[in-house]
């Protein structure tokens, strides 16, 4: 049985930070793509960032490139969103999620999530 477990929201002023982790069990992830989203209120749940179990590989979406950055540190297994000059706009429940399929960026493409994690954002 997988789990996903998010810690590290928060209320935060914008342009602050905050790093999300997200603790993994439940079975080997060493195949498997870890995938951040969030979702607003009354909005989609929409793709921020993934990575390879391993780190080798990662990708961003628009809307966090160069202030968000995820990273996996598999001896503890974990994966971690660290963000940076925190917008209004990036408030929302933020969950991980796991997945073996090669399509990532949607959040139908996600077997395993975890219950989320709320991040606030003050102007």
């Known amino acids: 049985q997988v789990q996903l477990v998010e810690s590290g929201g928060g209320l935060v002023q914008a342009g602050g930070s905050l790093r999300l982790s997200c603790a993994a069990s439940g079975r080997t992830f060493k195949r498997y793509i870890l995938g951040w989203f969030r979702q607003g209120p009354r909005k989609e749940r929409v793709f921020v960032a993934a990575i390879t179990w391993g780190g080798s590989w990662t990708y961003y979406a628009a809307s966090g490139k160069g202030r968000f950055f995820i990273s996996e540190n598999n001896a503890k297994d974990t994966l971690y969103l660290k963000m940076n000059s925190l917008k209004p706009e990036d408030a929302a429940l933020y969950y991980c999620?796991?997945?073996?399929?090669?399509?990532?960026?949607?959040?139908?493409?996600?077997?395993?999530w975890g219950q989320g994690t709320q991040v606030t954002v003050t102007s």
């Open positions: 999620a796991a997945t073996v399929s090669s399509s990532n960026k949607d959040y139908r493409d996600y077997n395993y």
